[in-house]
């Protein structure tokens, strides 16, 4: 299923998950962590909003375009 996968869905995949990963084991390690006021809301809906929901994600998607665009390049 997997194989013949390019290496930026892998790199995609891995910011991804690692983010996922990453503030999941933040917010289990420490205590009220995610409940923390940051500009008067809780700072889970900072981080996973702004930074999770949006950020990250264009950041990859403009990785997965970019790449693309470089393989069909190279192939030519």
């Given amino acids: 299923m997997f194989k013949g996968m390019p290496k930026i869905f892998w790199i995609g995949m891995l910011i991804m998950y690692g983010w996922c990963f990453f503030f999941m084991y933040l917010e289990m390690t420490i ?3 995610p409940l ?3 500009l008067g809301v809780p700072a889970c ?3 996973n909003w702004l930074l999770g929901l949006w950020g990250m994600n264009i950041v990859v ?4 375009y970019y790449m693309e ?3 069909e390049a190279k192939q030519k």
Avoid: A, D, Q, V
Avoid at 61 to 64: A, D, G, R, T
């Fill in 31 to 33: 205590p009220g962590f």
């Fill in 45 to 47: 809906y900072i981080y």
């Fill in 36 to 38: 923390k006021k940051f």
């Fill in 69 to 71: 665009e470089k393989r």
């Fill in 61 to 64: 998607s403009f990785l997965y």
